[in-house]
């Protein structure tokens, strides 16, 4: 069913700050989002999934800034999720979306995980017919973006 992105963006932030008290998380919507058809369990996992990479590659009390934008004639909302974190090599940007797959840095290497995160928000994302990829260099922190198609646009 359609749903509103920016309530399950935020139901999800609540959740997180409650978990992680100390998270700094900023948000900016642009007006007039469109409903889409999504998974609200689904999407709130690759939420959660991006926002538990951008606590654990970022030092402590760094902001991370989540949008969700629509361009009119765009035939898809775009959410992103920004850190000031560790950043990633150009080299690891497609690599990093396959399951088992962990850059290997004195810092990975200290936080652990078994790198199937992104594999599943990419999985869940090209279900919903959406793009998932980043934007980031080492050093400079990291922007993951993703699309969810709305063809069919519902009013309110
Ligand atoms: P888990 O399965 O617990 O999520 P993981 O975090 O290692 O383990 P992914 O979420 O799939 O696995 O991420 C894959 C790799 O991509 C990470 O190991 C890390 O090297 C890199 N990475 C992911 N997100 C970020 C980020 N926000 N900043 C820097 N590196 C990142
Ligand atoms: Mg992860």
């Known amino acids: ?43 709130e996992q690759v939420l959660n999934n991006l926002l538990e990479n951008a606590i654990k590659y970022s030092p402590p009390h760094q902001v991370i800034h989540i949008t969700a934008e629509y361009l009119p004639g765009e035939k898809h909302i775009k959410v992103s999720v920004a850190d000031q974190g560790i950043g990633i090599a150009k080299e690891h940007h497609q690599a990093i979306f396959e399951r088992f797959y962990r850059v290997n840095s004195s810092w990975t290497q200290k936080i652990g995980g078994s790198g199937v995160g992104l594999a599943i928000a990419k999985g869940i994302i090209e279900a919903h017919g959406g793009s998932i990829w980043v934007e980031s260099s080492l050093g400079h922190g990291s922007k993951f973006y993703f699309t969810i198609p709305c063809e069919l646009i519902e009013e309110e």
């Open 1 to 43: 069913h359609s749903a509103d992105v920016t309530k399950v963006i935020n139901r999800v932030i609540n959740r997180f700050q409650q978990r992680y008290p100390e998270a700094r998380i900023t948000t900016t919507y642009s007006r007039h989002l469109p409903f889409v058809p999504l998974d609200e369990r689904r999407i």
